[in-house]
């Protein structure tokens, strides 16, 4: 045995040690959160709960069927299916199981009229698989659920145009894009939302 270790145990160095960081954590500031009562803000562009943002023109989804999202899903946890118009693509149905999502955004990335968004909410757990199967009218109801609780009244998600990627070369649907203007009482009304489905 040295010296300096016959000196620890002897002044029981390591015990004082231990109590004095017990003692300095005791006196600051907790790094902890009293989680749910007190919740962490998240940062913009959080990957959370799926939504379709609803349109304050037509009070339903923007999606215009293209499948990019679809494609582009690593987990391939998108399903979709429309019909053919003389002029353009209907949507049918729409559905992600978000229990298979892995959050990476290219959906929401590809979208080129900025339709999806995965919103800053991370409070969403639940019992049944079932929950979790977000059609498009649960995307919508998300978005509603989010908007409503935003603090600004407009809305960007920076997944709509990356940086480092020059506009020019980005859908038009992206360059257009801009703040999702969230005025809960004009485009929530039943009168707006009954406009949007007779569309
Ligand atoms: S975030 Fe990624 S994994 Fe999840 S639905 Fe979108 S593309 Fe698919
Ligand atoms: S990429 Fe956008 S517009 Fe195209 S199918 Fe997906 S949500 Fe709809």
């Known amino acids: 045995m040295t010296l300096r270790d016959a000196a620890k145990k002897i002044f029981f160095l390591e015990i004082l040690k231990g109590l ?20 962490r803000e998240p940062f913009m562009g959080f990957r959370g709960r799926h939504a379709f943002v609803r349109d304050p023109g037509t009070g339903r989804e923007k999606c215009v069927a293209c499948l990019k999202c679809s494609i582009v899903c690593p987990s391939q946890c998108i ?13 049918e149905k729409y559905e992600i199981e978000a229990l298979r999502c892995v959050f990476c955004g290219y959906c929401a990335e590809v979208c080129p009229v900025c339709a999806l968004v995965l919103t800053e909410v991370y409070e969403y757990a639940d019992y049944t698989r079932e929950q979790f199967l977000f059609d498009r009218e649960r995307l919508l109801k998300n978005w509603d659920d989010f908007s409503s609780g935003l603090k600004t009244g407009a809305y960007f998600n920076k997944f709509w145009r990356l940086s480092g990627i020059d506009i020019n070369r980005m859908p038009v649907g992206k360059r257009l894009q801009q703040s999702v203007q969230v005025k809960q009482k004009e ?13």
Do not use: C, H
């Open 79 to 91: 399903r979709i299916e429309y019909k053919e118009t003389e002029e353009r693509r209907v949507l």
């Open 187 to 199: 485009f929530l009304s039943k009168e707006s939302f009954d406009k949007g489905r007779a569309a």
């Open 20 to 39: 004095a960081l017990t003692f300095r954590t005791m006196i600051n500031r907790p790094v902890t959160r009293r989680y749910p009562k007190v919740k």
